[in-house]
């Protein structure tokens, strides 16, 4: 059983300038290059994600780099500004590889503590910009437990079937774990016969799902078993409570709008937002956000700082943070009423993103279990 754990300092809950700056460039691009027509357009094609978006906020902000040390080429940043970063994907629902490649797979090729090789040439290349990498564990994977049993290697070549990855039609690199270590697997037009995606229809058009079969594909080790096992929980424990900030981030786009329709739209020649039983809902609404933000931002000052309660703190976040989105979502659709039925209008956008995310890297209740381990209750 997990011995309980006890938070050892106060917790930095607020913005710093830089992240605030960060902020806003983030803000400013995606205004300009992800408003609501285009995510919509583009999550009706086979191309969810703008390249030329992509490479602007990967190189030319810098955010793929945020998590990797300078030394390996990329800005020495830390999962704070990170978040940041997902708070404004979340508050623009944009369709982006950012969380599955520049926070999970970079989590766990860091975990790794690379001086030089493989991984420490992928990482160089994931914080420029110059490709993009998928963990190949399924979506809804919870931090912990063991996630090597559904691939099997041989002389290097890798064989089975891992359903339900995240963005792995669209990575360059697959990271792939199995009893015997982690792997990475290129993918490559000559590889196409061993390594096989099927893309799945997922809930959430905007994040693409895959069934990643592998027959022999040619892999290279990047860590033993123990290694292995370790950087998966990590880069999975980063991706939950990192995600925490991108569910913020769909709370407060729904909240915001909501507030602005209903004091728009009008009936009985009164704006409907000054009626009180609406007042209460979009209030309820705001004091949840307001609790998601700090269990957000414990999330990502803990993941930061290597605190040691960091495991108790992104349980607490997803335990909070994914029912807090899909309330805002649902809410948000409902006090729109017939408008936020429509396709046309992008409440639906966030809905999906709500819903599809609280099943990622682990139920809110499979949080709630973890905070029930980890938490030491006082004596009756």
């Known amino acids: 059983m997990t ?39 583009r999550s009706e094609s086979d191309t969810p994600y703008d390249q030329e978006l992509w490479k602007t906020l990967a190189a030319g902000i810098g955010a ?14 830390t999962h704070r500004e990170a978040a940041v970063v997902l708070e404004e994907l979340g508050r623009a629902a944009t369709p982006s590889p950012y969380l599955t490649s520049a926070v999970v797979a970079t989590a766990v090729l860091l975990a790794l503590d690379p001086e030089d090789g493989p991984a420490a040439v992928l990482l160089g290349d994931l914080a420029a910009g110059r490709r993009t990498a998928a963990l190949a564990v399924p979506f809804a994977a919870a931090p912990g437990g063991d996630h090597t049993a559904e691939v099997t290697a041989d002389c ?5 079937t891992v359903r339900g990855v995240a963005d792995a039609a669209l990575a360059d690199v697959l990271l792939v774990p199995a ?10 037009p000559h590889r196409e016969a061993t390594v096989v995606l099927e893309r799945l229809v997922p809930l959430d058009l905007t994040r693409p799902l895959a069934s990643v079969t592998l027959d022999g594909a040619p892999a290279t080790l990047l ?8 950087a998966v929980r990590q880069g999975l424990l980063t991706g939950a409570g990192l995600l925490a900030s991108e569910q913020l981030g769909v709370a407060e786009w729904c909240l915001t709008e909501t507030v602005r329709y209903t004091r728009e739209r009008h009936q009985f020649n009164r704006p409907i937002g000054s009626f009180q039983a609406l007042k209460h809902r979009m209030a309820e ?5 307001v609790s998601a933000r700090a269990a957000a931002r414990n999330a990502a000052d803990a993941l930061a ?13 997803q335990a909070y943070c994914s029912g807090v989105a ?9 006090l729109h009423a017939g408008i936020g039925m429509t396709w046309e209008h992008p409440a639906h956008l966030y809905l999906k993103r709500a819903k599809a995310d609280s099943l990622a890297y682990g139920t809110a209740g499979r949080h709630r279990e973890t905070v029930a381990g980890l938490v030491e209750l006082p004596a009756p």
């Open 3 to 41: 011995a309980p754990i006890h938070p050892a300092t106060t917790p930095d809950l607020l913005y710093s300038e830089a992240e605030e700056d960060l902020r806003s460039a983030v803000r400013a691009l995606l205004a300009d290059r992800s408003d609501a027509p285009s995510v919509i357009a």
């Open 64 to 77: 793929a780099g945020l998590l990797v040390p300078e030394k390996l080429g990329g800005l020495g940043a």
């Open 156 to 160: 290097g070549a890798l064989t089975g």
């Open 179 to 188: 009893p015997t270590g982690l792997y990475a697997v290129e993918r490559a």
């Open 223 to 230: 860590a033993g078993p123990g290694d292995c096992v370790a």
């Open 285 to 289: 609404i705001w004091l949840q956000v």
């Open 305 to 317: 700082t290597s605190a040691p309660d960091a495991a108790l703190a992104v349980a607490v976040a």
């Open 326 to 334: 899909v309330h805002a979502a649902e809410e948000c659709v409902q």
